[in-house]
């Protein structure tokens, strides 16, 4: 059985190379009509004939990268990506003033999710995301349970509004001063008193009209990302901002879309559900020092799926490091041999 969440293993950090498998192109690719106009891009690598994942990408509104691809034993894996709707390579793009994103929820991803799984004649798969993409990916396996072999998380939220209310105000505690620039993105008259006013109000500003205003506030948004972000050991220094202009006026739209409305899920619903996660093995990989998305949620979803085990990585945070990637190729190499996972070796 999996280890008891209340005895989280660590990991100090390692001295060896990055644990990933060299890069491999798709065998296979394609735009798959959802509707609403809709066209969802996903690709395949890896065996045909090997086992299915599935990459879930976070944000919202990320779209999905060529580096997920490694962390998959191209000779095991049957290895699909996609990029939810109005991003990525996914079309009508949200970077576009004229998408409309009333038809882009997480009820219509989780559709998505499941039409992509038919066309590719997939009966079950792995999930395997973090960040947004855990949202997304216990959002569809407390959905469909039947169609998901197991479950691997780098980076685990849930999208509650409390979660919400930390990000873009609880943080601020350590970053006044960049909260304080943050908030003054906004017209004072629109700011109101709480956190969801605020992103409420950043929402509306992506959506404004006149060009000028949606530039400022994405590039406002962005800058209060790379601040939560910016103690942390590994990745780039500005991971939101350093982003291609249109990637990141999609994913600031995006991000602020579904921020202002919770998910479009009932405050603590995921957690609540977790019991329909029962049978479904899962590895829950967290970084010590994620300020963006805390530790405490992968501790209180570990304590109610008895079948998941939290592995705690002490040298990361939201951007994940070595460690981390380790941890999670460790964790999809024993799944992919039908082997319960062990903690990845180091050194």
């Not at 034993?73 to 939810?84: A, H, I, M, S």
Request: net charge negative; with cysteine.
């Amino acid at each position: 059985m999996p280890q008891s969440p209340s005895r989280p293993q660590t990991e100090p950090q390692p001295q060896s190379p990055d644990p990933l498998y060299p890069p491999t192109d798709p065998y296979d690719h394609g735009m798959l009509d959802v509707g609403d106009g809709n066209l969802v891009h996903w690709e395949v690598c890896g065996n045909p004939r090997g086992k299915p994942a599935l990459v879930v990408h976070g944000g919202p509104g990320s779209g999905t990268g060529p580096h997920s691809r490694r962390l998959f034993d191209p000779e095991r894996y049957r290895t699909v990506l996609f990029d939810q709707r109005n991003c990525g390579r996914s079309t009508p793009h949200a970077s576009d003033p004229a998408a409309d994103l009333r038809h882009n929820t997480t009820d219509h991803l989780i559709a998505d999710m499941e039409r992509l799984r038919i066309h590719l004649g997939i009966d079950r798969w792995l999930l395997f995301g973090g960040s947004w993409g855990s949202t997304l990916i216990l959002a569809y396996a407390e959905r469909h349970p039947e169609r998901v072999s197991e479950i691997v998380i780098s980076g685990v939220t849930t999208t509650r509004r409390s979660e919400i209310d930390w990000l873009y105000g609880g943080a601020g505690q350590i970053f006044p001063e960049e909260w304080d620039r943050f908030r003054a993105g906004v017209p004072e008259a629109e700011r109101g008193e709480r956190t969801a006013d605020l992103v409420a109000a950043y929402a509306r500003l992506t959506e404004h009209p006149d060009p000028a205003v949606r530039e400022r506030a994405t590039a406002d948004w962005c800058a209060w990302e790379d601040a939560v972000l910016s103690m942390e050991p590994h990745g780039s220094a500005h991971p939101y901002g350093d982003r291609d202009p249109a990637a990141r006026r999609a994913v600031v739209r995006i991000c602020a879309h579904y921020f202002s409305h919770g998910a479009w899920l009932d405050e603590g619903a995921l957690l609540r559900d977790a019991g329909r996660l029962a049978g479904i093995p899962g590895v829950l990989v967290h970084g010590r020092f994620d300020l963006g998305a805390p530790l405490g949620t992968a501790w209180e979803l570990a304590r109610l799926w008895p079948d998941a085990r939290l592995v705690v990585i002490e040298d990361a945070g939201h951007k994940g490091s070595a460690a981390e990637r380790r941890e999670v190729r460790s964790a999809l190499d024993a799944f992919a041999n039908g082997d319960e996972p062990r903690q990845a070796e180091t050194g």
